[in-house]
């Protein structure tokens, strides 16, 4: 039993290399990156890479172990302090899809304000270089490769968001 709980509780070798995928992706990269602007939900962001961090790895448990503790040696997994809800496994995944919508609605967040009347009048005052990069977000609907705080502070400096 405490097996099957601890394997349902940990992430597995696979899982673990996947959430360590996640915790490269482009997409979270470029959220932490976004969450300098104030208009941006960082709570969101916060509470997602939490709940990504706090997913525990735990491959290496074996039945000889167990016979001489009751609690495994590698994670300390307690079948009284851990919940009993979905399995890492799942949770993973589900986190994987939460971070597609976080950016995807953090996007639209940005693009709704830049195509603001008011916001936009501001586009003039940034120069060509940035006002470029802002104009083939807005055409292209998609950050540009090379988001970089450069880029983010101007945004906040005029305004645009």
Not at 42 to 53: D, V
Not at 60 to 83: A, G, I, W
Not at 115 to 132: C, G, I, M, Q, Y
Request: charged residues 25%; aromatic residues 6%.
């Amino acid at each position: 039993m405490y097996m099957s709980a601890h394997s349902r509780a940990r992430l597995g070798s696979k899982e673990d290399k996947y959430r360590a995928q996640l915790l490269r992706d482009s997409r979270l990269v470029q959220l932490q990156r976004l969450s300098i602007i104030e208009l941006m939900p960082r709570q969101q962001l916060a509470e997602f890479q939490n709940r990504l961090t706090g997913l525990h790895p735990c491959f290496t448990l074996t039945k000889q172990e167990l016979d001489t503790s009751p609690v495994c040696p590698h994670c300390n997994f307690r079948l009284v302090t851990e919940p009993d809800g979905k399995s890492a496994a799942l949770i993973i995944k589900d986190l994987e899809k939460q971070l597609g919508q976080l950016h995807e609605a953090w996007k639209n967040t940005i693009l709704s304000n830049l195509e603001d009347p008011a916001t936009h009048k501001n586009l003039a005052l940034v120069k060509a270089p940035a006002r470029k990069m802002i104009e083939g977000f807005l055409k292209t609907r998609e950050f540009p490769d090379d988001l970089n705080h450069d880029l983010l502070g101007l945004y906040k400096k005029h305004c645009l968001v």
